[in-house]
């Protein structure tokens, strides 16, 4: 009996992470499904991004699918900030942690933006030095 109550918590947790696992599969395979249409994606626990051509499209993975999509152009975006803990940082500058990472797009018309969120200093400043590249030959 004393053998069976030791065990049973550990029962629970093993139920439990396979769970929180299959949850997690659901959301790659979902976003796997939804990345094949761009010419490049990003997955990560906080965001989606896809880039194809011009347009831009993110939202947040969940179990069922994909939330929150919104799409722009980068024919619209002014200008493109990497924003570490709220502060705009250089890409070629990276600090080596931060608590909040985002790539923020600022539009051309007057205080509109999009922050997309990241896990990663170097995925976020990798995709903010690819996008500001295409921003550049766009403008040009």
Known sequence: MERGLFWLPL???FFWLAWQGSKEYQKVEAYRTWAEQFDRAKYDIYAVLGQKDNSITWGKPTAKGLIQLQTFSLLDVQNIHLLIDG???DINALPQKGRTIELEF???EANQSVKVP???ISL???WGKFLQGALQNITK
Do not use: G
């Open 118 to 120: 990241f896990t990663e």
């Open 124 to 126: 976020a400043a990798e």
């Open 87 to 89: 502060k705009v940082t």
């Open 106 to 108: 600022i539009f051309n």
């Open 11 to 13: 029962l629970i947790i």
